[in-house]
């Protein structure tokens, strides 16, 4: 009977519309239009690679959609235990068709040509919508994004700051810093002001969220404006940066940005812990890992400093999945979101929802993201959570808390949608 | 099957009278005069505060206690996913007669009115030790607690330590100290003697444990008599520390601890890794939080060094739960030691129980202790435990391993209420 | 049916031949001769420790085998809970006959005679390698080890390297490494080439892997050659190490072994993350514990200097598990290896496989391995993991994303048997 209940669960949480909170959707090119954009996914590439496909086979320039679709089936058949790969056939016969147990290097031709008829279709884009019950998605926004030529209801911006706090070394980051703002950033109050101006054109444009993602070493301070601000400044927007002088500016351009999203009235979704480019010969967005020994006790000081702030915060060990449930227990200001990245498994996601649900008030968890690159990916991975979440509500709730179906119905729902409307004002 | 042989086992182990190994009850106000002693513990209103009541409201001096639990169940609606309000549930329905299956605006007043009448019957401290089954709670007693005026073999004195290992800098400890043992704390010699007069004091009250709440980056060590020591006493007791006086000043007092706990043959209850005051606006007993980067390793020095005191482990991460199978698998002298605090949720308890009953003598698990602050949580804290516990005992041992149902209830048994007379020798 | 469906699955890897890709076993002397040599195993010598026997009396010189077993007696039914001593009840009923629940006082002569009469057999050792369904073992060689007077076909050698990247220091280690290379160790250059002879005689014998077990706080770099090395080398070869020089020998020596294990073609089992003697009062083999404050990005500068070379990794904590997984997933050349020692515990080894089977190319996950000292173990070890991988196969695969049973075994076997014979060359 439990099967049998988490099932119904599941179907009832199949009907409810989605926000998606957090997405790398390009809002101008949303849908895929072959295989290749759906199997280009770096979580294949990057899977059939560590199977044994060379790089240069996978990124060679100029090769086919299909031909690139034909060389990454070669290695499928080896991640095909994969919850990833388990995505791509949901989604194959959701959307295509696909009536195969197994893509093979026999069947797959027949599928890439049938889909390519099917993305070619006029309206692709809002018959995926449409059929994944995606209503809007939240996308990763370059600071300099223009925002304009796409509906921010349906598509809504978020300000990724990544390239703020970590590379004004870089001199690419400062020339569209000052292209975007006007302002060429030479000191702590250009900065100050250049973000100021990115936040009020973000803030224009519909913006819901602002958003990063941290290594395992970051933790946050403010810093005082003075000499030693200056100095660490000077050496790093002369690209002369020490270790010191980095962690500074980027303590400072951080606490920059949290101010703003006080000011703006804007939730900071932290994504804490990933290592970049651990290993540098990795296929494209395929190089980056993490160091499990990072702690929620680095942010201490920005939790107590911006009480007015919501942090939906993100962690992508799972061995820090019970720092976020205390701390989101303990914090108002503190939410769980997701499941991220190397934690998006089934395993892991079952034993964080189990915990979250057991602990943290039910209107501060946003139980999912995509963090897809293409549209067609919602479908799949919402729906490896909504089963999971079914399964944890007929087991602990209805089961083991005596809850009626509609209840725990209720607070499924809350956790999928509802938290994501009023978290984010949507 | 599976779920009707755990619900036999459950029932079995319901029947257990109880000897409850931890608490914070206060021995001459046990048991609760209103529903505000109840839902005032700090899960509730820490939990209430974190879905966004505002600390004044909670705090507010002078507000009736039946103006407080009102202003509570605004914000517990919120929280009505969490097992901690399962517990307040479970315990409503059965001292109160509680039977809606939430707590409302509507429904909250006639519980209120109705517990406080049943609260007030002169025996109620009485029902509840017999509604629960506990037969004997152990106290969390300040180290100049008089221990008079209450049946030490009902509560049972457990002298807390965290005042004289962290807190010498403070004058009223000071005092307090001087006061309870009749000696000013001037040196090494004069904190030693003042301390074997308490440890006297408390074994002449049938004091059967010791214990003490740590941060994760403490490291017992041994301090020799010197110079050096002398030297970081005198800074801290002139509250002039610096980190490494006080971190010598509380190695050497840790360690002084210990060698009494040999002395007087009384285990030493190691409760490992919370931060306090993480946020520092709080409610109160809701400001502390941990870093789960701790290690058991840290306790290598104090473990062997004294193999004849026990040390009941808790630890506050379940992510140290593997460490402490794993050390109480190989030394004897480490118990492990309840599911305390942020690891007090089902979903780490299930998975902490398993490891334990699958790797540490079945001889050196005490199985669960209630932390309550008032009796009335016993009872729905440790039928918690026992449900888990009977789901695991059904599952691995009687299913899992052909163990028949008499040998695994005598397993549990064992962990639930044997270990806790033969280690604290009760 | 998730329960029957487990079982038939179970039953089906049961028929699999298996190569067991780790263990201790002594090839001359594989399989036991009395009970003292399957009791002996330090799992019960240290649980029975732990549990209160004195380790005088479990390691007496000159006690006989039973008397030895006798003792041990007294204290298994204080652990008769573990995994570890139904690994032994299945043993003595497979190999033994033994038809009783537990082990007693009453009853355990009686097993160890019928026992001695069955070892005794001329050929026991074929007999539990057939019973078994073992066709081959991985042995753990000594450096100098002369492989001769055993198939190594049956027994494959696994070139154990401890000694040589931690022990330099030791005279008797340079004694050995002398006598085995014919060169006296005093220089990088001298190491190197007696490294090379080394490899050469195992590589003469029929090695399949190079395996090294690591502390913690071990980090592999390439050291270049030059008057820092040659000082830390004169350091440590007069025994006057200190901490930074025997990090750098080591770490010579490490790199040293991994050129030629890219030289030779083997596979480097890495085994990370155990402390050496934390409790050195403790009995034989049962001294080493943990900290969990590892992570595989100290690894990071290895996994990328050397692609060719595949790193079968096992990691002591199970909070290390993710890591694995995800290091595993990006990088090519890191298999996951097993389950070790202190996660080798059913609840951690279901979360660790349901994890990896989700996340990591199904050909390059090694299931299992014994890890045992006497040829009996291996069946009951295996069994374990196998009744765990058939649930996992059951609830995941044939129920969670609707595989055909024959599908499931088949990725079964793979984790089991095909990667075992393809990562190792056998």
């Known amino acids: 009977?439990?099967?049998?209940?988490?099932?119904?669960?599941?179907?009832?949480?199949?009907?409810?519309?989605?926000?998606?909170?957090?997405?790398?959707?390009?809002?101008?090119?949303?849908?895929s239009k072959t295989?290749?954009?759906?199997?280009?996914?770096?979580?294949?590439?990057?899977?059939?690679?560590?199977?044994?496909?060379?790089k240069e086979r996978i990124e060679e320039p100029g090769i086919s959609p299909k031909e690139k679709v034909g060389r990454l089936i070669e290695k499928l058949g080896e991640i095909d235990n994969s919850v990833q790969l388990s995505w791509f056939l949901d989604l194959a016969k959701t959307f295509f068709g696909f009536?195969?147990?197994?893509?093979?290097?026999?069947?797959?031709?027949?599928?890439?040509?049938?889909?390519?008829?099917?993305?070619?279709?006029?309206?692709?884009?809002?018959?995926v919508l449409k059929i994944s019950k995606l209503e809007a998605v939240f996308l990763t926004n370059d600071f300099d994004d223009p925002l304009t030529g796409f509906d921010t209801k349906r598509?809504?911006?978020?300000?990724?700051?990544?390239?703020?706090?970590?590379?004004?070394?870089?001199?690419?980051?400062?020339?569209?810093?000052?292209?975007?703002?006007?302002?060429?950033?030479?000191?702590?109050?250009?900065?100050?002001?250049?973000?100021?101006?990115?936040?009020?054109?973000?803030?224009?444009?519909?913006?819901?969220a602002c958003a990063i993602s941290l290594p395992p070493d970051f933790s946050p301070a403010a810093v005082s404006d003075g000499p030693g601000l200056d100095n660490a400044l000077a050496k790093v927007l002369s690209e002369?940066?020490?270790?010191?002088?980095?962690?500074?500016?980027?303590?400072?351009?951080?606490?920059?940005?949290?101010?703003?999203?006080?000011?703006?009235?804007?939730?900071?979704?932290?994504?804490?812990?990933v290592n970049r480019k651990v290993y540098p010969q990795g296929v494209y967005q395929g190089q980056d890992l993490f160091d499990h020994r990072v702690s929620l006790i680095q942010y201490k000081e920005l939790l107590n400093a911006f009480p007015q702030v919501t942090f939906p915060i993100s962690v992508l060990g799972q061995t820090s999945n019970q720092e976020l449930v205390s701390y989101a227990w303990i914090f108002p200001n503190v939410v769980t979101n997701g499941h991220w990245w190397y934690s998006n498994i089934p395993s892991y996601i079952e034993l964080d929802t189990r915990s979250r649900l057991e602990a943290v008030p039910r209107t501060k968890q946003v139980g999912y993201y995509s963090d897809m690159y293409k549209l067609e990916f919602g479908l799949p991975k919402f729906r490896m959570y909504r089963r999971i979440l079914a399964k944890v509500l007929a087991e602990d709730f209805v089961i083991g808390r005596n809850w009626s179906e509609a209840r725990a119905l209720e607070l499924g729902k809350t956790v999928l949608r509802g938290n994501v409307e009023r978290i984010f004002s949507v």
Chains 1, 2, 3 share one sequence.
């Open 1 to 31: 009977m439990p099967r049998e209940l988490a099932q119904r669960l599941f179907h009832e949480l199949e009907q409810l519309p989605l926000i998606d909170p957090h997405s790398h959707i390009n809002p101008h090119a949303a849908a």
């Open 35 to 54: 295989l290749a954009d759906i199997l280009g996914y770096h979580y294949y590439t990057e899977l059939a690679h560590s199977a044994g496909l060379p």
């Open 99 to 127: 009536e195969d147990d197994r893509l093979t290097l026999q069947n797959w031709e027949r599928l890439y040509d049938a889909s390519a008829k099917k993305m070619a279709e006029p309206d692709w884009e809002e018959q």
């Open 155 to 208: 598509y809504i911006p978020c300000l990724r700051t990544d390239d703020l706090v970590f590379h004004f070394e870089n001199p690419a980051t400062r020339e569209r810093f000052a292209k975007a703002t006007g302002i060429t950033p030479t000191s702590a109050a250009t900065i100050r002001n250049g973000i100021g101006k990115l936040f009020s054109h973000f803030k224009a444009n519909g913006v819901r």
């Open 240 to 273: 002369q940066g020490c270790a010191d002088s980095r962690r500074l500016v980027s303590q400072f351009v951080f606490w920059t940005i949290a101010q703003y999203c006080a000011e703006f009235k804007l939730p900071f979704d932290l994504m804490i812990g």
